[in-house]
Structure formats: structure tokens, C-alpha cells
């Protein structure tokens, strides 16, 4: 592992680290914020996933999340959202490919060599995160934006003990029923729609729900709402009786300005969850 | 005018517009964050002068200056940094031509035509701002990053009676001694040294000061420390016995992390300066 950058911020320091990824075939970069109160022992970390289109940057600049972190001393990971480089296949749509992906371990041909995102956000960067830097292993968070809401979300709910808290900006929620979904997961996963049920927000929702409280903001006038489909996972929450709170900010769209209003939220829950 | 976009951002609205431009001779775009508060009425109005390579969408999108505006009622502008187009000459250095208007009017060829940034700045946007939002002429405060730290001292002490208050993020302090300085005034406004003072924020602050209070904080870690020179105008700050702060933070190096670490301090001190 290298260390990219190192910039101090909020008297922490914000650090870009590039490494070898087994579990992607590739070099992986991610971003991660240190609050000051790192300096004196193991901090809480809260996981962003970020959307389509994203490196590990756009949140990291753009989310500002940084100053919420440092006011409740816990450090953020900013992974990147897929593999990359010139031996990683692609595909020339902004939403398949290098990019966008979709948190899942690719087992289609020409993804399956290098597309595990699945296993390197759950596995393979936790690893290396617990070992290298003061982070608690038992109090982690998880949240994350757009398609890293969805990977949040399906992360979280497939290893809850892992986490006190998931929230989620705008995520994909109901995969197999949209557009933003049924095609990634068919080029990834295939065509058998079972294997998409593992990697959908609101069917989990439906079978087995999160042990802790959960947090969805989703901006009113998001122009993706129909790909979106927000309504299916508030519907999946209700009838659980899932603890946590599905919120729509009237007015709000899909970008980081969304994002940016309610981090704030976001930081001061994982906070409190972590501290229950 | 006409508006590029506008999102919702901590309650408010995040605009940008284009226009054409008189100084400039060509179209230029800006950013304007209107507060909630700026449905009940006028509110008060920060500039906010963005440093080389910069358009009016950097510190937009990565200042973190939105959340403290919301909360103290005052508005946003972000200009771009110079004239910009096809028909308007360039360099191929970062630091002279588009994207570094330096807040001059230009007098020399090929520059004299378009690059206006001072009666841009100082005359045609206010005029422009004040006649089309709810923005309160008599409170008006104004603020910047590097060449805009210059850029927002020296209009600042140009026009005493407009601004309540100044403030800079590493600050080109000294240009007229510097790389950063001498390069582009003699570009632009010729080898006359004298035409060059009254675009030097140390110079000026010898020879008048500002009636209000200047902030300006400076990282002690920022790699241009040698081309910013501050140590020139906290040495004038102080023979002034000027109010207001010099602040060196410690670990800090020159990039929008600094910006953000330290911009809720620069909002509190023009929310405070406007109201007294």
C-alpha cells in the first residue's frame, strides 16, 4: 500500500492510499478521513459508497462529511466504485463497466476476472483498513449514496452484526424491478433472477430487515426517482417495522448538494448508534 | 441572464447563471447560493473569489461554504476567475490567461480586450446581482483563495465603504515582489511598476489599510509559501495596527481541505461584521 496524498483537514487528515487488490486484479484506490481524535487511539469507521460514475474523489470533496467526522472523532473510508485501469474490461455506458460496480462479484464473462466489489468492500478492504490504521473493528457504520446506497444497504443487511447503523442518499433500491439494475445485474450475475434477490435493498428489507436502525434520505425532486424506485423500500421498511426513519427532503435533487444537506444527519446517527 | 441551474442546498438554492458580459466581451458564469432566508426578504451578500485554474465551480462544490450561509441568512457569489472562450486569448501556463484574470483590467495586448476582472468584479456583476436576487447592497462582505484572497483584499481596500468586512485563504500577499504577481501584472498591465500597487494587498495595507476587520488565515504547511509571501502583509497588518487576525494553521497545505477546515470561522466573522 502507497500513500497517495495526506492532507490535513479538520485537524484530522485526509489521506488517499492506492494498493494491490486481490479480490480486483488491479490497483485499488480509496480515501480515507482520520479525525483528530485518531491520534489518540482507535476511532469508530463509518463506510461511503459512492454512485455510478464516482472514483474514491467525489465524495471526498464533495460530501462534507469531513467536518461532521471530526466533531464526533470518526473516521471515513471513500473506496472506489470499481476496477479500473487499461487491463479492466468496460463498456462504453456511463452505468456498466468501470464505474459502476454495483457492489456485487461479477460472475460473467468479461466481468467476472476483475468485477468483485462484492467481496473487496466487505472483505478485502476491511482487512487491510483494520491492520494498517486505528480503527475499531467494533464500531463500524455504513452509508453511502445512489448505487453505494444500494451497497450499503445490501452490504449491511448481509452481515449485521458488522454494523451499528446503515444509511443511505438516494440508493437504488429495488434493483430487480428497475432499469437502474435488471441490466447490471444481468451482465454481472446472469440471467437467473435468484441470484439477483441477495443484491436487492428491499427484498432483504422483506426477509430479513437490519438489527439496527436505519436512515434513507431521498430528495423529492430526484430526477431518477422511477429508477430509483424509493417507494418500494419505504413500503419494505413500513411493513417490517423496521426501526429508522425514511425520509423525503422536499425539493432536493440527486447531487452532492443533496447529499452535503443532510450529512450532518447522517454523521450524528451512526454517532448515536455507535454509542448505544 | 440566464440560469445554468439551481438546486436545492441546505434549505436555500444553488444557482448558476451566464450573461453577457460588457467588461469581459464574452459570456461569463457564476455561481449564487441564496439562503432560506432569502424568501422573506434581502439578505446580505458574501463574495467569495476563486484562485488560478479555477472556474466559479470549484469553491461552489467543494468549499463546504453553503451549510454555514444557510445558517447565518447571508447569500453566496462565485465568479469565475477570468474571461473564457474561443474567442478570448489564452496561454498555455496555468497562471496567466483564462482561468487567471488576476483582478485587473488589462491594458496590454492580447489581453486589453477581455480581461476586465476588476471592473468586472467591482462594477458590472454587483450592478447585475443587485438588480436581479434579493441581495442587500449595504451589507456586503467579500472573501477568497489565493489569487481571489488578492484578488478579495484589494478590491476590499479599493472600495472601504462597500465591504463591511475581508477575509483570504492564503492570500497572494506581496505580487509586486513575487513570481506569483510579477509575471502576469507585467503581462497585463505593462512594466510600469507603479501601475502595479494598487494590486498589491501589502502595498495597500501600508498605505491604507481597511476600516473593517481582515481575517486571513494562511496554512503553515501550504507548498507556496515562498510565492504567497504572508509574511509581507502580516508584517503591514501589524505596522497598520490594523483590527483583525493573521492566522497561520499549523499542517495545513493550500487546497480546498484548508478552505473547508476554516471557511464556518470566515462566515461567523462577516456574519458578525454585518451586524455590527
Known amino acids: 500500500m502507497r500513500a497517495v496524498s495526506e492532507q490535513r483537514a479538520f485537524g484530522g487528515v485526509q489521506g488517499v492510499y492506492a494498493h494491490p487488490s486481490d479480490a480486483c486484479g488491479c490497483e485499488m484506490t480509496f480515501g480515507l478521513y482520520l479525525p483528530p481524535q485518531a491520534r489518540d487511539g482507535k476511532v469508530?469507521?463509518?463506510w461511503f459508497l459512492s454512485g455510478l460514475t464516482c472514483t474514491h474523489e467525489n465524495a471526498m470533496v464533495k460530501a462534507g462529511a469531513q467536518a461532521h467526522a471530526a466533531e464526533h472523532g470518526i473516521a471515513l473510508v471513500f473506496p472506489d466504485t470499481s476496477p479500473r485501469g487499461a487491463g479492466v474490461p468496460d463498456d462504453p455506458a456511463f452505468d456498466l463497466g468501470q464505474g459502476a460496480g454495483f457492489y456485487v462479484n461479477a460472475t460473467q464473462d468479461p466481468w467476472a476476472e476483475h468485477f468483485a466489489m462484492w467481496d473487496y468492500i466487505a472483505e478485502e478492504l476491511p482487512a487491510l483498513l483494520f491492520h494498517r490504521f486505528?480503527?475499531?473493528t467494533e464500531l463500524q457504520g455504513i452509508t453511502g449514496h445512489s448505487m453505494g446506497g444500494h451497497g450499503a444497504l445490501t452490504i449491511a443487511m448481509a452481515f449485521p452484526e458488522r454494523f451499528a447503523a446503515v444509511s443511505a442518499f438516494a440508493p437504488i433500491a429495488n434493483p430487480v424491478r428497475s432499469a437502474w439494475g435488471q441490466k447490471q445485474l444481468r451482465a454481472y450475475l446472469g440471467p437467473d433472477t435468484a441470484?439477483?434477490?441477495p443484491h436487492d435493498a428491499t427484498l432483504m428489507m422483506h426477509d430479513t430487515g437490519f438489527p439496527g436502525p436505519v436512515?434513507?434520505?431521498?430528495?423529492?425532486a430526484d430526477p431518477y426517482l422511477e429508477l430509483l424506485m424509493p417507494e418500494a423500500?419505504?413500503?419494505?421498511m413500513a411493513a417490517r417495522r423496521q426501526p429508522g426513519a425514511?425520509?423525503?427532503q422536499a425539493g432536493y435533487d440527486h447531487?452532492?448538494?443533496?447529499?452535503?444537506s443532510f450529512i450532518a444527519d447522517?454523521?450524528?446517527f451512526h454517532a448515536e448508534a455507535m454509542a448505544d
Chains 1, 2 share one sequence.
Open 44 to 46: 469508530p469507521l463509518l
Open 134 to 136: 486505528p480503527l475499531e
Open 195 to 197: 441470484r439477483w434477490a
Open 215 to 220: 436512515l434513507v434520505d431521498q430528495g423529492g
Open 233 to 236: 423500500l419505504a413500503a419494505a
Open 246 to 248: 425514511f425520509r423525503i
Open 255 to 260: 447531487s452532492y448538494f443533496f447529499v452535503a
Open 266 to 268: 447522517h454523521l450524528a
